[in-house]
Nanobody
Framework: QVQLEESGGGLVQAGDSLRLSCSAT????????MAWFRQAPGKEREFVSAIKYDGRTVYYARPVKGRFTISSANTKNTVVYLQMNILNVEDTAIYYC???????????????????WGRGTQVTVSS
């Protein structure tokens, strides 16, 4: 049973930084492709960033490109980070970690691509 656990959320002021972490259960078929999605109050969940199973290819949504950085702690992508800089109030959301073992990778921006999800961590940015 694959489990994902996010950590690192919190309350910060606009302009501050946060680093989210996601830990995934070890799996014999890893590496994973890992992604971050977020859901703001009253809005649909949206793609934020992903790191492919090769550990090198990364993807970002336009609103976070240049401010957020996704990285992996190991070659299996079982621990992934999302460094979030220059946070603004529009970044306030619940941030979810997602993972898939499927190769090749389908559309990294689609929720249906991912088989496993964490419970989320709240990020609140005050003005």
């Amino acid at each position: 049973q694959v489990q994902l656990e996010e950590s690192g959320g919190g309350l910060v002021q606009a302009g501050d930084s946060l680093r989210l972490s996601c830990s995934a259960t070890e799996h014999p078929f890893s590496p994973y492709t890992m992604a971050w999605f977020r859901q703001a109050p009253g809005k649909e969940r949206e793609f934020v960033s992903a790191i492919k199973y090769d550990g090198r290819t990364v993807y970002y949504a336009r609103p976070v490109k240049g401010r957020f950085t996704i990285s992996s702690a190991n070659t299996k992508n079982t621990v992934v980070y999302l460094q979030m800089n220059i946070l603004n109030v529009e970044d306030t959301a619940i941030y979810y970690c997602a993972a898939t073992l499927s190769q090749p990778l389908a559309d990294e921006r689609k929720e249906l691509t991912y088989d496993y999800w964490g419970r989320g961590t709240q990020v609140t940015v005050s003005s």
